[in-house]
């Protein structure tokens, strides 16, 4: 139990569980406590951490939007936001409690608190006519009654009306009736006759006075005027008279009719009604026929305000002369409230790897009509993967009611359609978006598992050769595809110095410049991964296709083309036509059309009497071959590929027509040696010229200099006075006791005799119709069958000596 701000406030706590998680806390707080008031510490009732409601956001949720409390989250407690009468609240209902509800989400909680608003005596008994006139025949017997006016007191409890006081007097004496609902009916009874004649009028005031602490009252006045006899008061045929009235009966409706009856005669007689003791709002809804009794409707009326309304109605005569009844009008309920839907969260986001059965929102349904009409039902339209199931009264929760997927739906339009028991039926929706956020459960995808792509050889570096492309059907962040080279290897080569990809883009470079006869084709793999956490991944192979560029000449290789020696094909002369003299061989390192050859025969010293095959490079005679035809043939053959452009090279057969050697020697012996080769040979030999020729100046000059200074330094030792020191070498030996120092030369020499027919090498022939010849040879030609050196002939010319001499 607790004090707070001059107020007592009682914790009352409790505990009751509901779906998915549900409490009740109830608390009681006296009225008109200040703003700010501490209500209850509504964490700790809970048991639940301050950072809890903080996370949850939690939030109070009233319903009818009436904010009297306040929840402060960072410290757990509940607190008075605005000053609360409970008359205004409540009025004569007890007990008086605000009811609402605590909400946490993530995950979703629902809490029920119940605040009680205590009384305090803050209303004082209260007259609505503070003067109340009475004209009171001098004939009427003792015993007569006369209906007073009730005070208001909107407190309950001892804090409400308790008992009436009338000022001391001979004539009057006060009488309360008590009725089944509580309340007293004041009557002023007549004790002792009046005498118009004594005394005309009397003055006297009526006391209020309510039990609370401390005591308020509150005062009327009375006025009663005497007047001749008049021996009869009206009497009402029944005291008590019941009435109901539909809730939606228009204005000027009857209600009801009471009857009085006066056994005086003439005006004595004549009765008129009214309304008497009711409060001022009765007064603004029902009137009185003054002349016949009926109690008339004046405004329209609501079950969910007041079910049924008590009114006393006096009849009085001309005389003065009084009498009261009560009647009592019961409101009937018409369904004339549609159910009134709320969301209690505040969260319109899910994510798609919910589970089955989880909390999206609460959902509260109210419908002030009573019975039947207040009876609601609610569903969600179909098709969708979410349930509305019941909780608690008026209470539903909103669950998923399978898996979700966002790559399906990635956003709901949930209604909410709730509908009463009443006849008609009325009914209200409520639309919910809600967004389905991402997971990341969806891998990137390739267009293909594998790709190929071509580059052309001789690329240069860096250029873009083939863009991947992947997909991924998740959002965002969980979308975002970078692309990866995997680790592996070409050739013993990391793939990275062959190719890159670019991570954002999947864009592929190359590193080098390729070239095909040395790599044709390669593969690597690539994966492509996502930004998730944690990041899912695909890969895919890509093989990457060298085409050839026709970067290559086609090569020679027969006939072998020398720099000093000359190669002959012989054709008899007694030779056929088509007789193949010999064959071009050729060969392309480059691959398919740029390797297709064709051989062309470009200069010949005869065209007429050799051909070329175009396919095979086959020389062949073109007719019969006659003893006018030249020993001597020179013919020049291009061979050439079939790229675009073209390369070529050529070749120079010579041929010769003779029958035997020596009628070819003197033709062939005539062959000017390789001008360039001379050229270059020259060259050389005068470049070693001047290379020795400096080399020696050098040797001279440095001699010269060494001698002058050993000089010079003898002649500063021999004119000196010092003495003199011997200085022996290292390696200083002494020979014979003569003290020299031994020097030792070392000489080879070299000599050959005949050098100019040492040089000659001669090859073996690689038929019978090849002749190898040197030019500058003078001597026979002859056929030679094996290849000999002349260097390992025991008496070859070239003599080599080798001498040391010591010199002392």
């Known amino acids: ?168 007097t001979e004539h009057f004496v006060l009488k309360l009736k008590d009725q089944p609902d509580g309340e007293k009916i004041v009557e002023m009874v007549l004790q002792k006759p009046l005498d118009r ?38 009497v009402f045929t029944k005291p008590l008279y019941k009435a109901a009235i539909a809730e939606n009966a228009s204005k000027g409706t009857v209600v009801i ?176 978006t809600l967004q389905i956020s991402d997971v990341n459960d969806n891998a990137p995808v390739f267009e293909r598992s594998s790709y190929e792509a071509y580059i052309v ?87 990457i296709l060298i085409q050839d560029q026709n970067d290559n000449p086609p090569q020679v290789l027969y006939p072998i083309q020398t720099g000093g020696s000359v190669v002959a094909e012989m054709v008899p002369r007694s030779a056929d036509v088509s007789y193949l003299v010999t064959k071009v061989v050729a060969v392309d390192v480059d691959s398919g059309q740029n390797a297709w050859l064709s051989y062309k025969l470009q200069k010949a010293t005869d065209r007429a009497l050799f051909e070329v095959g175009l396919q095979n490079g086959e020389i062949r005679t073109i007719r019969q071959v006659t003893d006018k035809d030249a020993v001597k043939q020179r013919l020049t053959v291009i061979v050439e590929d079939n790229g675009q452009p073209s390369r070529s090279a050529t070749v120079i057969v010579n041929v010769a027509v003779a029958d035997s050697f020596p009628e070819v020697l003197s033709e062939f012996t005539d062959f000017p040696h390789d001008k360039e080769y001379n050229d270059n040979l020259t060259f050389y030999l005068v470049l070693a010229l001047a290379v020795v020729s400096f080399l020696f100046i050098t040797c001279l000059v440095v001699i010269i200099s060494v001698k002058i200074y050993r000089w010079r330094q003898s002649r500063i030792l021999y004119h000196s006075s010092l003495p003199v020191i011997p200085y022996y070498p290292p390696r200083y030996s002494d020979t014979l006791g003569t003290g020299t120092l031994p020097h030792v030369y070392n000489y080879e020499v070299c000599r050959t005799t005949d050098s100019r027919k040492s040089d000659n090498k001669f090859g073996g022939a690689g038929s019978q119709n090849v002749l190898i010849m040197d030019p500058s040879s003078t001597g026979t030609m002859q056929r030679i069958q094996s290849e000999k050196n002349i260097l390992d002939e025991p008496d070859s010319p070239l003599e080599v000596r080798s001498a040391v001499i010591t010199i002392k």
């Not at 803050?122 to 006016?149: W, Y």
């Not at 006075?209 to 006899?229: F, M, N, R, Y």
């Not at 965002?476 to 110095?497: K, M, T």
């Open 457 to 543: 050889e001789n690329n240069t570096p860096g250029i873009s050769i083939f863009t991947v492309k992947a997909t991924d059907a998740d959002w965002n962040q969980n979308a975002r595809v970078s692309y990866i080279l995997e680790d592996s290897s070409v050739n013993g080569v990391p793939v990275s110095s062959y190719v890159s990809v670019s991570a954002d883009s999947g864009v592929i470079h190359a590193v080098r410049s390729f070239d095909y006869e040395q790599i044709k084709d390669f593969h690597f793999r690539i994966k492509a991964q996502d930004g998730g956490s944690p990041p899912l991944s695909s890969n895919m192979t890509v093989k």
């Open 257 to 432: 009719r009471v009857d009085a009856s006066d056994a005086d005669k003439g005006l004595n007689s004549n009765i008129i009604y009214s309304i008497s003791n009711t409060v001022a709002e009765i007064r603004d809804l029902f009137k009185m026929n003054e002349s016949n009794g009926d109690l008339i409707l004046t405004d329209s009326i609501d079950y969910e305000k007041a079910r049924f309304y008590q009114i006393h109605i006096q009849a009085s005569d001309e005389g003065g002369l009084t009498d009261s009844c009560k009647v009592t009008v019961d409101v009937i309920d018409i369904n004339d409230n549609k159910p009134v839907i709320n969301i209690l969260s505040q969260t319109n986001v899910i994510p798609e790897n919910s589970k089955p059965a989880t909390v999206v929102t609460m959902v509260n349904v109210q419908d002030i009509d009573s019975g039947n009409n207040g009876k609601t039902y609610c569903n969600i339209n179909e098709r969708i993967p979410f349930a509305l199931k019941s909780a608690t009264n008026g209470f539903f929760n909103l669950v998923t009611d399978s898996e979700l997927d966002r790559e399906r739906a990635s956003e709901y339009n949930i209604t909410v359609t709730c509908s009463d028991e009443g006849v008609p039926s009325l009914s209200s929706s409520v639309t919910l």
């Open 1 to 168: 139990m607790e004090r707070t701000m001059g107020g007592l406030v009682l914790l009352l706590f409790s505990f009751l569980f509901l779906s998915p998680v549900a409490g009740q806390v109830s608390y009681s707080i006296p009225e008109e406590m200040p703003k700010g008031s501490l209500i209850g510490n509504i964490a700790r009732d809970l048991g639940l951490d301050n950072k809890r409601l903080s996370s949850g956001k939690a939030r109070i949720f009233t319903g009818d939007n009436t904010d009297y409390i306040e929840l402060k989250r960072e410290r757990g407690v509940l607190l008075v936001k605005e000053k609360i009468d409970r008359e205004l609240l409540c009025g004569q209902t007890t007990p008086c409690a605000l009811h609402f509800q605590v909400i946490l989400e993530n995950p979703m909680e629902l809490y029920t608190v119940s605040v009680e608003i205590v009384d305090i005596n803050d209303n004082a008994p209260l007259f609505e006519k503070s003067d109340m006139k009475f004209k009171i025949s001098e004939s009427a017997v003792i015993g007569a009654k006369f209906l007073l006016e009730r005070a208001i007191d909107p407190d309950v409890g001892m804090n409400t009306l308790q008992s009436y006081f009338l000022t001391k």
């Open 197 to 234: 004649e004594k005394q005309e009028e009397l003055f006297l005031v009526l006391t209020a006075v309510d039990g609370g602490e401390p005591q308020l009252s509150g005062t009327a006045k009375i006025h009663v005027t005497v007047l001749d006899a008049n021996d009869n008061a009206p």
